[in-house]
């Protein structure tokens, strides 16, 4: 495989963003609502709760081409459903832990509190999100 | 009188662990023989490639393959033996999911043989010799095959009908395949000849708390578990929760945790990922930093859980270049 190219001009880093219903996905709505701007590279998937969001979910987001994956859940004691984002964050941490295994940065995939009323967060997490993909470059998978 | 249905048996990259779980059919192989005419065993039977490209196209009715994917040769043959053969079964964890060889996809081709013909201990004080694909010797060309970065599954190479899983496989599952077949009444293409249940179902162990609350994890040999107890409420890691059933349980009849040589539940892909799934939620510590610390106590988490099905996770292999450029 060839050395990584970046091409700074036309590359635009593709995000899935995985976001609990009450707390990530609210507050987005409320950056939306609120007339924030954020870059237009992620794609949200809803989530009733952030302790649904398998490892497997953000491992097959990236093999399927996203170059980031981020993880919105509540701040820790706002859960709706009490310790779902307890959940999420031990499952986070098991998958850094594989992620090095399988040589994939870890900036790619973050996981952040964001709370209904978090949406000047959502914002700035997601905007350095993208900066720092910007700065990794694509993510190629090496199949053979 | 009627001429048998021909059956062949190969062995890619493998131990020969599944070629011994054939032979454990032990008296029951004479049911088999009696059924089928092997016309291809390399392991057991004097029989050469050129005995195989001999026979017409699809003239086997069956072909069992073993092993997994490692060499130019491996490929060669299996699309040789798909070509004359009606069925083909990939036989063991090796040639259903990668297997253990599948574990060099941590590694590539480079790494493995600086490790093994470089770095290595030898009594021999000269330098390397790598394997080379090509030699001269007095005017003569021997070859080898073309060794691979990547180990992959039967399945990427060529089209496979059914799977038998295990490490190594039950020989019961051979034996009800081989019936299944010969009485033409076949289950749908793709399918896993072992039912698709999950392995704490039949497992013999109990669970005595209503809820598994871990705060640390045991290796085998650190604890000696309660008998009849579940080994995973004991702290110790054991993969039934994603793996399939077939096996009788035989590892935790013995104490010895499950490390899901059967691969998973169909619907499931990737092991690893479930069952970092699974585990997190059976850890009673609310403290990242703590939590940190409990996951670094795992000596090679990824390699544990796919002990026999790394070619078959969604990354396939580990990222060399990526390491390179950090």
């Not at chain 1, 976001?19 to 992620?42: M, Q, V």
């Not at chain 2, 997994?68 to 040769?73: D, G, N, P, Q």
């Not at chain 2, 399939?244 to 059967?262: D, N, Q």
Request: charged share 25%.
């Amino acid at each position: 495989m060839s050395a990584k190219v970046v091409d700074q001009t036309n590359y635009e880093p593709k995000i899935i963003m995985f976001a609990c219903n009450w707390c990530a996905y609210a507050g987005l709505d409320l950056a939306g609502t609120s007339r924030l701007t954020y870059p237009a590279n992620i794609t949200v998937v809803r989530t009733m709760c952030s302790g649904r969001i398998d490892p497997s979910f953000v491992v097959k987001a990236l093999t399927d081409g996203a170059d980031g994956v981020l993880i919105g859940m509540c701040n820790y004691g706002d859960c709706h459903y009490i310790n779902g984002n307890y959940k999420a964050m031990k499952r986070f941490l098991f998958l850094q832990k594989m992620l090095d295994d399988f040589g994939i940065e870890r900036a790619r995939v973050r996981i952040e509190g964001i709370s209904a009323s978090e949406a000047l967060k959502a914002k700035r997490v997601i905007t350095e999100l993208v900066e720092e993909l910007r700065r990794l470059g694509p993510l190629k998978i090496e199949e053979e | 009188m009627k001429e048998k249905p021909k059956a062949a048996f190969y062995w890619c990259s493998t131990c020969g662990g599944c070629e011994e779980s054939v032979v454990d059919l032990a008296e029951k192989i004479l049911d088999v023989v009696a059924a089928i005419d092997i016309v291809f065993w390399p392991v057991a039977l004097d029989f050469k490639l050129e005995d195989v490209e001999s026979l017409k196209d699809k003239e086997i009715a069956v072909c069992f393959i073993n092993g997994a994917i490692r060499t130019s040769e491996d490929v060669h043959v299996s699309k040789l033996l798909r070509q004359k053969s009606q069925l083909i079964v990939a036989y063991g964890s090796c040639s259903h999911l990668g297997g253990i060889p599948g574990l060099a996809n941590f590694w590539n081709k480079e790494s493995i043989f600086q490790k093994v013909y470089k770095e290595a201990p030898t009594i021999q004080d000269e330098t390397p010799i790598l394997p080379q694909e090509e030699t001269e010797i007095n005017g003569l060309t021997l070859t080898l095959p073309k060794f691979f970065n990547t180990v992959r599954r039967l399945d990427e190479v060529i089209d496979v009908d059914y799977y038998i899983p295990g490490c190594a496989p039950n020989p019961d599952l051979l034996l009800e395949a081989v019936q299944l077949i010969l009485s033409g009444n076949l289950p749908p293409k793709g399918s896993i000849l072992s039912p698709n249940r999950n392995m704490c179902e039949d497992c013999p162990l109990e669970r005595k708390e209503e809820k598994i609350q871990l705060q640390s994890f045991f290796r085998p040999f650190e604890i000696i578990p309660e008998p009849g107890r579940c080994l995973l409420e004991q702290g110790i890691i054991c993969l039934g929760p994603v793996t399939r059933v077939g096996c009788g349980a035989l590892c935790m009849k013995v104490s010895m945790p499950c490390r899901g040589c059967y691969g998973p539940t169909d619907g499931v892909q990737d092991m690893g990922t479930k069952f970092a799934s699974a585990l997190a939620s059976i850890v009673d510590i609310d403290d990242d930093q703590q939590f940190m610390k409990l996951i670094a106590s795992i000596p090679n988490y990824s390699g544990l859980v796919y002990m026999f099905s790394l070619p078959s996770s969604y990354f396939k292999r580990k990222n060399m270049e990526a390491v390179k450029n950090e």
